[in-house]
Every structure is written in C-alpha cells, then in structure tokens.
C-alpha cells in the first residue's frame, strides 16, 4: 500500500508492502503469550533513517568533567550536554544504581514525555571503547591498542582518525571500512587484506598500491582500475620491473603539489573512466541494496555483512530478521533500533549490549524484559526504572502499549529532538544535512558549543607548510596548523608523524573532520535509483543516481569486462 510521510516537511509517497507487514508482525512483542503487534511505519524509510542517525555521535569528543567525582575526562557529549556524564569506569561499575531513578508510569501523560524526564536524570556513559589499550579517543570501538579519534574500531592496532576499521588492523590513518588486517594504509576506504595501500577504493588482497579502484590480488601498481591479478601497472598499462620503478622514481618523492595533482586525477578517472558496477555485492543472494555480503534475502539495505531475512538496515554485522536498525551486529529480531550488539528481541532501542526482550531503552547493558528504561545494567522485569515481580510486568505492559497506541507512539522510534547530541554532532548531518535554523524549527537539538583550540607554541596556515615530509621538523609536533577549508586549527601527533616519515606522505592541510568529510563526497547514497546499463542498455536498480557520471554497468556486463 501506498502512504504519505507524516513528517509534514517530507510528505513523499512511500510503499508499506506486504513483505514489509509480514515483517513488522514477525519481530513484534509476544507477552504473557500474546502478540502485541507493531503498527506500520508512519514515516518513510529516509526519515526513519535520519531519526536513527541523529542519536548517533561517533567521532565528536571533548574534555569536560565526570558528574560522579569531577575527573576530567574525554566524552562524547561536550560540557553543554543537558545530561549528566559519568567515565567509563563509574558508569560500568556499582557505585551507582539507575533503579533509584524509578518511577511508576502514568496513563494520564504520553509515554515520551515521561521517559524523556527519566533520560534527563540517568547518567549517560562518556565513551564507549572497552577492553582497549591507549585507546581513549576512540567511540563504539573494543579491544584496540594505540588509537587515536577514531570510531568502530575492533581488535585493532596503531589506528588513527579512521572509522569502521576491524578485524586485526594495524598503522593505518584517514581510512573508513578496512577489514582483514589491513596495514599500513593512509585515505584508502573499502579494503580487505590490504598492504601499504594509500589512496584506494574497493581494493583485496592488494600491496603497494596507489591510486587504486577496484582493483584485487594486484601489486605495485599506481593510478590504475578495474584490474585483476596485476603487477607493476601505471594507469592499466603493464610495464616491466625495471621501468616501473624507473617511472615511481620520477613521482616519489611525493610533494604536496603533486599528491594534489594525483588525487584529483584519480577522481576524475573514477568518474570517466573506471567501470563501477550498479551494486556492489559479494556472495549474497536475493538481496537489494548497495555494498552488502555473505547475505541473504535483504532488502533496501546498505554497507552490511552477513545478514539474513532483512529490510532498511545499515552498517550491520551478523543480524537475522530485522528491520530498519543502525550500526548493530550478532542480534536478531529488532525493529528501530540503533547501537546493539548480542541482542535478542528489541523494539526502539538505542545503545543495548547483551538484551533480549527489552523496548524502549536507552543504555541499558546485559539485562532482559525491560519496558521504557535508561542505564540499566544486569535487570530484569522493569518499568521506567522501577523494578516490578515478572507478574507484575507482565500484566502492566500490554496495559501500556494500548495507552501507546492511543497516543500514536507505539511502534515508533523516539523522537529527534530527544536525542542526545546536537543535530550538528550527530551522523544525522552527515547524510540529512540542515542548517542551524532548519533544525531549530524542528525542536531539534543544535550544539554551538566550540572546544578550546589546541595549545601550541606556533601557528600557522596550511598553504606555508613544507612541501616534502623531508623538510619537516621536529618541532611540527608544536604548531597548529590552520586547515586550508576550514581555517579550524589542528595539530599533529608524533605517530602521525612517523607515519608520515615512514610512507613518504607530506603532511596534510586540512583538518581531520575535513579529511573524513572529503572521503564522505566520495560515497555512493544509501539509495537505490533506477538507470540503464551503459553496456548492454538494460534497465538496472544501482546506487548511482542517473545524474552521475560515472560508467554504470550492469553485472554481467560488468563481470565480462572486468574478468
């Protein structure tokens, strides 16, 4: 069936289909034996979407103060945050108890009303990277060593301002997606088992490599595309050992000059010359959507893996039989949910480690057969924070559900403007942009909060700096250098610097929020549009809208070129 958005600024058409229904009555809540079944989205996927993303800050972090012993400590939220803020170590540990935030629920007011005051009072944790070494500028990250300001970063080594970066990972800088043990790699984003690879797209198994797209088993190779099982290829043309190295000679060392003058070339050959299939799949079967593998029977879903029986889900890992859920991994049966891992059964949560049976939760950690609660850890059968016998949660549930339906808020997500972050802060902005006014209008969170400027004996702008990371001084470590774009002062730290030493790079002008943001232009939309093969002109669903220049081919086109 056809619906309009509510969001009266949208108010596009969308389809609720029969799969879609047949879903939502799948992962909706049994109790007491009776199913509490989830009413249609009222809203269309891109909104659904952006109301996930605003409750996600990932790579914003600030010095402000713990509320429990007055530390100074880095958290997600900045000093201005409406919520109190505990470190790491208190808010995981028992010297402090959420149920004495407790409080009986009211049929007289809206659900959201009363758990946005319980949201408010429950202290929130600072930063969520356990297990990990030297690592305290990492968020959503676990069992790391030695990373600095970056996010969902796993079992990883020596990582600094990437995102998405797992799976034994090691000294690698300005990347987003790196998988396998990738190493030593510098603005590369998608690669698996990838060694000194800078400056690369959808690369596996590569080494040496620069300026690479869509390339595979393939080394030594700089400027090159759509190439299999290759070595020593300058722009896709093959050449011996000896001149390969002959021609590096004449670029390396790179200079700031010419590492520009590459970068936009490589663009520019991404665009007009490369082949880009319509989708990018690998071992999945029965799937729509963009960057998906090892899945099965996904629909509309985007940058996952291994996945089964799934609509409208993003960044996942290991989920089965859910739907429109954010960054979450090994869980099944969720709807509207974003930040889960090891999960079981959930309806609107945010930030649940190792639940099941829980909806409407935010922070709560290792619990089950929770309704409408906040940083609960270990519970069991409770209410708004307020802990009842499992009877007693039983009969009152379902008695709360029907007042949610008669307010219109079952089913439903919690609202933008109860986010925790500023709409600026959130990866919302990312995908969603609005202005300061826009969200305002909105209700919706706005943080103008600026952290201090680094502390640095020297500043200076991007445009003076050395043209070669051999005229580099020691001293670099003292000065604030003023990005090119943005003029937002930035500093480097001394295993950046020996990064850099090491790979020959210069230096970078820009800021590391710009960097990620330059790597963002180069992302394909979470969005599917359809367009004709240019090969063989048949009509092909693709993450390319029609407008792009790129080459679009459709698979089989694609795979007969390419191999």
Not at 291 to 319: P, Q, W, Y
Not at 324 to 350: F, P
Not at 371 to 386: D, P, T
Not at 401 to 413: A, D, N, P, Q
Request: hydrophobic share 30%.
């Amino acid at each position: 069936m056809q619906v309009i958005c509510k969001n009266h600024r949208c108010k596009q058409s969308f389809e609720i289909t029969d799969g879609d229904l047949a879903a939502l009555e799948m992962v909706s809540p049994i109790i007491a034996e009776k199913k509490y079944s989830i009413s249609p989205p009222t809203l269309c996927p891109d909104c659904r979407q952006q109301r996930r993303l605003a409750w996600r800050n990932e790579r914003f972090m600030y010095r402000r103060t713990c509320d429990f012993n007055r530390k100074e400590i880095i958290s997600m939220y900045p000093p201005d945050s409406p919520f109190k803020v505990y470190e790491q170590e208190i808010w995981w540990s028992d010297k402090w108890n959420a149920l004495d935030y407790g409080r009986e629920f009211d049929f007289n007011r809206p659900f959201f009303d009363q758990f946005r005051e319980l949201q408010l009072e429950v202290p929130r944790v600072a930063l969520v990277n356990k297990q990990s070494e030297n690592a305290h500028y990492t968020n959503h990250s676990g069992k790391n060593k030695n990373c600095y300001l970056s996010a969902v970063t796993f079992e990883s080594e020596d990582i600094y301002y990437s995102d998405w970066v797992i799976d034994h990972c090691r000294d690698c800088v300005d990347c987003s997606y790196l998988n396998e043990g990738c190493e030593l790699c510098y603005e590369t984003y998608y690669a698996w088992g990838s060694y000194q690879a800078f400056f690369c797209d959808f690369i596996k198994r590569c080494q040496n490599v620069w300026f690479c797209y869509d390339c595979m088993n393939c080394k030594d190779c700089f400027l090159c595309w759509n190439l299999r099982n290759k070595q020593h290829c300058i722009e896709n043309k093959q050449y011996s050992p000896e001149d390969y190295q002959r021609k590096i000679r004449e670029i390396f060392p790179l200079s700031s000059a010419v590492l520009k003058k590459y970068r936009e070339k490589y663009i520019q050959t991404k665009e007009r010359i490369a082949l880009h299939p319509a989708i990018y799949q690998l071992q999945s079967e029965g799937c729509s959507g963009d960057l998906l593998f090892f899945s099965k029977n996904c629909t509309e879903c985007f940058d996952s893996i291994k996945m089964e029986d799934c609509r409208h889900c993003v960044d996942a890992i290991d989920i089965k039989d859910s739907l429109d859920v954010y960054h979450v991994g090994w869980a099944e049966m969720m709807y509207e949910c974003h930040a889960i891992t090891n999960a079981y059964n959930l309806l609107a949560c945010h930030f649940t480690y190792d639940n099941k049976n829980a909806a409407y939760c935010d922070c709560t950690q290792n619990s089950h057969d929770l309704f409408g609660c906040a940083g609960i850890n270990h519970g069991a059968f409770c209410i708004l924070n307020k802990q009842y016998t499992q009877e007693e949660y039983k009969h009152l549930v379902p008695k709360i559900i029907e007042h949610m339906r008669k307010t219109r808020e079952w089913g439903e997500f919690f609202p933008l403007s109860f986010s925790p972050f500023g709409y600026n802060q959130s990866r919302a902005q990312e995908y969603y942009p609005l202005t300061k006014e826009e969200a305002l209008a909105r209700t919706i969170r706005w943080s103008d909060y600026e952290p201090p400027a680094p502390k640095a004996a020297r500043s200076i702008a991007a445009v003076r700096l050395p043209e070669t990371i051999a005229d580099v001084p020691d001293d670099v470590l003292n000065w604030a250098i003023k990005c090119e774009v943005s003029d937002k002062p930035f500093i480097i730290i001394k295993q950046e610097l020996d990064f850099y030493r090491r790979t020959g790079l210069p230096l970078p002008k820009r800021h590391p929020n710009q960097r990620y943001l330059d790597r963002m232009e180069q992302r394909r939309p979470r969005k599917l549009w359809k367009r004709t093969c240019q090969k063989c002109q048949k009509e092909i669903e693709t993450a390319y809208q029609p407008s792009r220049p790129e080459i679009v081919y459709c698979e089989q086109c694609y795979l007969t070129e390419v191999y």
